[in-house]
């Protein structure tokens, strides 16, 4: 049975804009009950958890990566200070009222103290080398990683009180506790005795489980911990509340005026998306709430008035049409051509379990009478590596990775007569290469592989062919 209320995820970049996070979603111009009736999953301040793991785009390391590299014994104690002194610095631009910064503060060096000490214990363990801690640094990073939601969700509960809203800040990150259960069940815990009516709650991204939320999730995990609080607590709509809109491409690469906000798109769409890395919903996240019937809404934080982007289960579009034009930058193909393949089976499953074990990520595959072709969201050397494995099991094969691109057309219902070849001619205009090309039977998406260094010409050659050329003659007639 489906509740009255929300749930609502807000990403750390719209954390960071505190102001207008208050002023566009968690007050948004409500007041009494109105406030009501909302659950809040939060994520860490923008860049925290970097700090804390290592960074999502570079790599440098936190304070995590600091301590597994064991380059200098007061490098971690340094990265974390640097944490430390972050939150500090974001409490000190967000409160007005000296008493509740200072009870933030006090919140985040408590958090900080606790993890230290246990770092000082793996330290000292490790030091003698009969002891192997390889299981304990994985429990280390889950509390790293928690501190970054604990410390949001702790100073949003107290700045929302301090505009006399009643919000309680939901710890599920377990900090302090041994006995882990699952993550459904810590949800249903923290949420037994909370009145929706009358409470708002603010929660943790990160949940303390077993399995690990990092672990397992990745980075993707505050969306885990939203998807999961909206089905067990029977959510009426899910909400992610991001920093763009869920639009047909980068406006930063066709165009402000070109690129146009998606209104309406379904889960199939929401998969595709997340296969290629768009951080519009989590596949995990998404399948939990498309199970249960919730619809999802992607807002912009900065932009109050706009509904957003409603993705439903049963949704397809009235006229067949490409909704989105988006891709990966940097890809790897990897290449096995085995002659004596023919006939034979066991090479496909081989391959998928090295590809497993390597930890690659699979956007796509295909295959011939001789070659099997997998196309890896992966570095160079994470995929050699793959290779060489692979080398030493099948000699006699031909196995090769080169580095590629992939832009992909995407929309619920992209059968519209001619899409490929008008895509063809819109590559072979910019000057585009192809190098290969993949369109599966059902009408969601068509792949086009290409060399890295056309990507950004084949995006705006595809978004003009596909979005704004045929956006133009609707509006033409509604103009008219």
Known sequence: MMGRHSVEKIGGTSMTATTTLF????????????????????????????LLLENKKSGAPGVYGRFV????????????????????ERNAAMFARAESRAEADAFVDQRIAAVAACLDD????????????????????????????????????????????NARFVDLTSWDQD??????????????????????????????CEGGMVRRYARGYTEMTFSRIAVLTGAREAIIHKEFHLSSADPKLVGEGKARKIGRTNYDVADQLANLGMEAIHPGAGRGLRQSGIPLRVRNTFDREDAGTLVTGDYVSDVPRVEIVTGLRQMQALQFFEQDMVGVKGYDAAILDVLTRHKLWI?????????????????????????????????????????????SVIGSDISRPGLVPDALRALGDAGVAMIAMQHQIRNVDVQFLLAPHDFDAAVRALHRALVEDEAAPAEDRRAA
């Not at 014994?73 to 972050?86: F, H, L, P, S, Y």
């Not at 259960?181 to 708002?200: K, N, P, V, Y």
């Not at 890896?376 to 995929?383: D, H």
């Not at 050699?384 to 990775?401: C, F, G, K, S, W």
């Open 69 to 88: 590299a064991q380059q200098d014994d007061n490098g971690w104690r340094e990265a974390i200070e640097t944490v430390r002194g972050a939150m500090h």
């Open 363 to 407: 956007v796509s595959k295909s295959s011939n009478a001789n070659t099997i072709t997998h196309y890896l969201s992966a570095s160079a050397a994470a995929v050699n590596a793959a290779v060489a494995e692979l080398q030493d099991r099948y000699p006699d094969a031909a196995i090769t990775a080169q580095p590629v691109a992939m832009v």
């Open 122 to 165: 793996l330290a000292r363990l490790r030091s003698h080398g009969r002891f192997c801690v390889k299981e304990q640094l994985t429990t280390a990073r889950e509390l790293l990683a928690g501190i970054g939601e604990a410390h949001s969700a702790h100073s949003t509960s107290l700045l929302l009180r301090d505009r006399d809203v």
């Open 179 to 208: 006995d882990l259960g699952t993550l459904d069940a810590r949800i249903e815990q923290a949420f037994a005795a909370i009145d929706l009516s009358s409470t708002l709650p603010v929660v943790t991204g990160y949940a303390g």
């Open 23 to 50: 002023d566009n979603v968690l007050i948004g111009g409500r007041s009494g009950a109105d406030l009501y009736h909302r659950i809040f999953v939060v994520s860490a301040y923008g860049g925290m958890t970097d």
